[in-house]
Nanobody
Framework: QVQLVESGGGSVQSGGSLRLSCAAS????????MGWYRQAPGGQRELVAR???????IYGDAVKGRFTISRDNAKNMVYLQMNSLKPEDSSVYYC???????????WGQGTQVTVSS
């Protein structure tokens, strides 16, 4: 089993910054992709950023240039630095892990980010 625990959410004013962290534990050996998704009330879960163990990163169009994903493989951690936050970034942010070649996705419990104008 895989456990993912997020931290770092909260409330911030428009233009501010937050940093999310996700700690992975359990059976996480192998070639994994770790990332962040978000889901607003009534909306679909959407990709924020994804980081491959090789170092390749992918960002959702809405956050390019403002958010940065990073990963510490030694600590089994993934981070999301969010700058220039906008009210439309308000959402529950979920940490995600999937092994390359597998269809099984693991999710954290989510952390709320609220950006006020």
């Amino acid at each position: 089993q895989v456990q993912l625990v997020e931290s770092g959410g909260g409330s911030v004013q428009s233009g501010g910054s937050l940093r999310l962290s996700c700690a992975a534990s359990g059976n996480i050996a192998g070639n994994t992709v770790m990332g962040w998704y978000r889901q607003a009330p009534g909306g679909q879960r959407e990709l924020v950023a994804r980081n491959y163990k090789s170092g390749t990163t992918i960002y959702g169009d809405a956050v390019k240039g403002r958010f940065t994903i990073s990963r510490d493989n030694a600590k089994n951690m993934v981070y999301l630095q969010m700058n220039s936050l906008k009210p439309e970034d308000s959402s529950v942010y979920y940490c995600n892990l999937v092994r390359v070649g597998s269809v099984t996705n693991y999710w954290g419990q989510g952390t709320q980010v609220t950006v006020s104008s």
